[in-house]
Structure formats: structure tokens, C-alpha cells
């Protein structure tokens, strides 16, 4: 009778083993299979950094880094893993000194469940190096349309800012720069203005410091108008045998901006004379030539430039015909009786552009009979 006693205990401890097991295989799949994966471009992000900007140095470059992790565990707890809960991490407190290191890759975020077989790579290479620094005065850009017909003639800052940060940024960096808000502005305005360093696309610099990074920034206003742009001198002389026909400016009216006080007294704008040199003394030649501005103008377009082109032409000759000689000045009660020669040979020398210019028909061959009285005589055509 007490062995039968004891048989209902023994059932219903396997049947509660029976459903620990499987509850076990509810929550974790098959224990008796165990897969592996891949998870692949987790980036890498780095701790203590402070520790290297206290002793001057600063990652030479600004790369990305990823790691791969090659995992294992049943099905089940692979599929539950959320990937975007990874993170990887470089330490960077051992790193004292300039150099190139080998830092090591640890992974947070994976549930105890699941075994890292792997990190690919384990190490990843970086190069600190000393921090560089430089001085620079900041780029102030407008941005928007000032009220009441007026136009910015200048958004400066007299703030300097340190810049500093590795060697290959500092390198490409091209400005620092702020944007200023114009819009609605009807009189002169200070404003404080955030300014970042950008390359010569216009690509901001993300691992450059700048110190301050606010400056003061002061807009002065003012209006326009339209100017002419003077012809300037020419300088030197021309080959043997060759002139300058003519000097012209592009464009011939610029567009200038400042008080209108100033602007008053503005009415053209030179350029500086213009020089002919040994390689341009027997042909036409353009140059680029910039304005002169008053202080307080500005210009208002993309380039202070002017081009000034010179034409020299060759000096040639030309033969004309005049078919027919008329008097001038007869005295009363005198007539011409006989002229021996009916026409008169010319040669004219100049440029050709000129001389293609001239025509018999706007030519005459005069004889001055002034003072003449009865009589034969030789007179000058």
C-alpha cells in the first residue's frame, strides 16, 4: 500500500518537469540547435574624448568606423535581437600622447541569451596628433531684403576667432562664416551672429573648433545708383608702323551702393591707366582691370572687374583718284580759261579701318586763286 501511495507524487513531478520543459523551449526554441549570425556596420563611437583634448591632441581625421559582430544562439533568441539597441565603443583614455594606436572594440546591448563569437575588427587604427591652431576674422553674409528701397553696403565683424582642430582640416579650410538676418531692416544694425568653418565647396568642417563661436557682427545700409565707368589712359607706345584706334570698356555702367551723402558726390568710376608693352605694341589686347571705389561705396554684383580692350591697327596707305579740280576764290571779272590737269592723284596713309572709310565722293581738289590777277601760274592742289 505505500508503494501505490507514492505514484500520484510521482506523476505529477513529470508532468511538472514535462512543462518546464516546455515552457523552456517556449521562450528559448530548440536549446539542442544552436545557429550563428552576422550583424553587420554597427558603428563605432568614441568614449573619453575629453582626455585627448586635455592634452592637446585631437584625431587626425574624421572617419566613420564599423564593426561587425558574428553572433550565436537558438533561432528564437536571434530573431528577438534589436539591432539598433547595439552599440560599439572605442575607449580613447589611454591616449596621451601624438602617435598612431590600435584601440580595442567592445559591443553593448545584446541579451545574455545570445553568445559574441566575434567582432570584425577587434581594433580599430587611429592617429592623434597635436591640436593646430590659427586666427582668423569671420565672413559676414547677409540674408533677406532690408526695407524702404535699401541695400546692405556692408555686414563685417572687427571679432577675431581661434580656430583649431587637426592638421589635414585645418588645411582645406577655405572660410568662417556667419549668416545675419537683413530682412525688413530699414536703418544701420549690430547683431550677434554664430559663425562655422567651411572648405571651398562650401562644405562645413565638423571637426574644427572655433573659439568664440559667436561674433558681433554690424550691418550699415545705405542705396544705389548707377555710374559710368570712365575710359582710362593708355600707356607706352605702340610698334613702328601702328596706332591705338580706340579703347573701350565692358561694362560701361556699374551699379554702386553707400550713404547718400556720399553717393552724391559719385558720378563715374575710373580704372587705372592701362599699359602697352613690348608683347602687345603691334595688336589689339584686352585686360581686366578692377574700379577704383571712393570709401563708403560699394559695389553691387559679383566682381569689382572691367575689361578694357585696346585696338592698334596697322598704319597703311591708299591711292585715290579725283577726277575733276574746281577753284576757289577767283577775283572779280576773271575767269579760269584753262586748267592743264583734269585729275589729281592722292595717297593717304592710316589705318585700314578708317581708310576703308573714305570715297572720292567726299573729296575735292581745290586751287586757291586768292590774290590771282590775269596770268598762267602753278598753284598747289
Do not use: H
Request: no cysteine; proline share 3%.
Amino acid at each position: 500500500m505505500e508503494k501505490n501511495s507514492k505514484l500520484p507524487f510521482v506523476i505529477r513531478l513529470l508532468i511538472a518537469l514535462l512543462l518546464a520543459i516546455l515552457f523552456w523551449y517556449y521562450v528559448n526554441g530548440d536549446t539542442s540547435v544552436i545557429v550563428s549570425r552576422v550583424i553587420n556596420d554597427i558603428p563605432v563611437t568614441f568614449t573619453n574624448s575629453d582626455v585627448l583634448a586635455e592634452n592637446g591632441l585631437v584625431l587626425s581625421s574624421n572617419v566613420s568606423y564599423y564593426v561587425n559582430l558574428q553572433v550565436r544562439g537558438t533561432e528564437k533568441n536571434l530573431d528577438e535581437i534589436n539591432t539598433k539597441e547595439i552599440t560599439a565603443e572605442a575607449d580613447l583614455s589611454s591616449i596621451t600622447t601624438a602617435g598612431t594606436y590600435d584601440v580595442s572594440v567592445v559591443t553593448k546591448g545584446t541579451a545574455n541569451s545570445i553568445i559574441i563569437s566575434a567582432i570584425v575588427p577587434e581594433t580599430i587604427t587611429v592617429t592623434a596628433e597635436e591640436i593646430t591652431e590659427k586666427e582668423w576674422t569671420p565672413t559676414i553674409i547677409p540674408q533677406g531684403k532690408p526695407a524702404s528701397g535699401n541695400t546692405v553696403i556692408s555686414s563685417t565683424t572687427s571679432d577675431t576667432v581661434t580656430v583649431s582642430g587637426p592638421s589635414d582640416e585645418l588645411a582645406v579650410l577655405s572660410s568662417i562664416s556667419g549668416v545675419v538676418n537683413v530682412d525688413g531692416l530699414n536703418g544701420d544694425s549690430s547683431q550677434y551672429v554664430r559663425v562655422r568653418p567651411y572648405d571651398a565647396d562650401g562644405n562645413e568642417l565638423t571637426d574644427i573648433t572655433i573659439e568664440p563661436d559667436i561674433v558681433r557682427a554690424e550691418v550699415v545700409l545705405g542705396i544705389t545708383k548707377e555710374v559710368n565707368v570712365t575710359v582710362p589712359q593708355v600707356q607706352g607706345s605702340t610698334a613702328d608702323g601702328y596706332k591705338v584706334t580706340s579703347v573701350t570698356v565692358d561694362p560701361e555702367k556699374m551699379t554702386v551702393a553707400g550713404k547718400q551723402d556720399v553717393l552724391e558726390t559719385v558720378t563715374s568710376l575710373s580704372l587705372d591707366a592701362v599699359t602697352i608693352g613690348d608683347t602687345n605694341n603691334a595688336s589689339s589686347f584686352t585686360v581686366e582691370e578692377s574700379v577704383k571705389l571712393p570709401t563708403g561705396v560699394k559695389l553691387i554684383g559679383d566682381t569689382d572687374k572691367v575689361s578694357v580692350s585696346v585696338n592698334i591697327e596697322q598704319v597703311v596707305e591708299k591711292r585715290f583718284t579725283i577726277d575733276s579740280i574746281e577753284t576757289s576764290n577767283l577775283g572779280s571779272g576773271l575767269k579760269v580759261s584753262k586748267i592743264d590737269a583734269s585729275s589729281v592723284a592722292i595717297k593717304v596713309s592710316g589705318v585700314t579701318s578708317e581708310l576703308n572709310e573714305l570715297s572720292t565722293r567726299n573729296m575735292k581738289a581745290v586751287l586757291d586763286l586768292n590774290g590771282k590777277g590775269e596770268g598762267t601760274y602753278s598753284i598747289p592742289v
